[in-house]
């Protein structure tokens, strides 16, 4: 579980891009603006608040990831997570009818 979420960490900071709300305004009204669609890592690197050693280190990481094979190892780690219970619930007849298919 641990190896999964720190695959899914990566995946989410580095990869994922997410608007963040810059104003909210009357729910009637119905309108929110946001910023631009960043991941928080490019956030990260346009913050003043970060040191210029810390963007330097994120930088080096990000450039030493590769999505397809991250995306390979979350998909193993969910396989092996999938499995162990199956495993689990062998006396459960409809499992595979309620869970993921692979």
Known sequence: MNRLYAYLRLYANFFNRY??????????QGA????????????????????????????RLYKAL????????ITAC???????QKKKNVKNKNLEE?????
């Open 98 to 102: 309620t869970v993921w298919n692979f």
């Open 78 to 84: 969910q396989r092996k997570l999938f499995s162990l």
């Open 32 to 59: 929110k603006k946001h910023d631009d669609i960043k991941t928080p890592y490019q956030r990260l690197l346009e913050s003043s608040y970060v040191s210029e050693a810390q963007k330097e280190r994120l930088t």
């Open 66 to 73: 590769d999505l397809f094979h991250l995306r390979q190892k």
């Open 19 to 28: 608007e963040n709300d810059r104003e909210k305004e009357n729910r009637k």
